[in-house]
């Protein structure tokens, strides 16, 4: 199966993919497509599974893990107030989690729910931009290193 997800992981193991904030024990971390919460990350296991349930318990545990290692590095480096995990796998059979930093900035009405009640045209008016976002990806990478390290 080729969907999204299996095709941009191909590119994190080409090295194609300018997104990649750093390769995780179960994945990649990067970040999103859109920029609408500054850091809006997302974690792409390698191997792509269809669904967390279709991991062995062993790799289900440090995908989680590391999915919150990605979301304290965001806390640390974005200043966000909370952080937002989210595993939809509605459109396609290919799992990945969206890590998104929620900030005190944000409108009161939508801090309190989920990211997508953003309206559409605003949540597509920050695209992920490389020469933009490099630092913060070099910032999230190195906070993701520190907490790695045994000890």
């Known amino acids: 199966m080729s ?10 193991r080409a090295g194609t993919n300018p ?3 750093c390769h995780m024990p179960s994945g990649w971390a990067v970040l999103a497509d859109v920029q609408f919460l500054r850091g809006y990350s997302i974690l792409l296991p390698d191997p792509v599974p269809p669904d967390l349930n279709a991991m062995e318990r062993a790799r289900r545990a440090e995908y989680l893990l590391d999915m919150t290692i990605l979301g304290d590095a965001l806390l640390e480096v974005t200043g966000a107030y909370r952080i937002n995990y989210e595993i ?12 998104l930093p929620r900030y005190l900035t944000e409108p009161e009405a939508l801090r309190s729910g989920p990211a ?3 309206d559409k045209a605003y949540r597509n008016s920050v695209p992920f931009n490389y020469e933009r ?3 913060l990806m070099r910032q999230i990478a190195e906070a993701i290193q520190h ?3 045994p000890g």
Request: glycine fraction near 2%; charge should be negative.
């Open 3 to 12: 969907t999204l997800i299996h095709q941009r992981v191909e590119a994190a």
């Open 19 to 21: 997104a990649v904030i």
């Open 88 to 99: 939809l796998g509605n459109t396609d059979a290919a799992l990945h989690a969206h890590i």
């Open 116 to 118: 997508w009640f953003y």
């Open 133 to 135: 976002d490099k630092e």
């Open 147 to 149: 907490r790695m390290q």
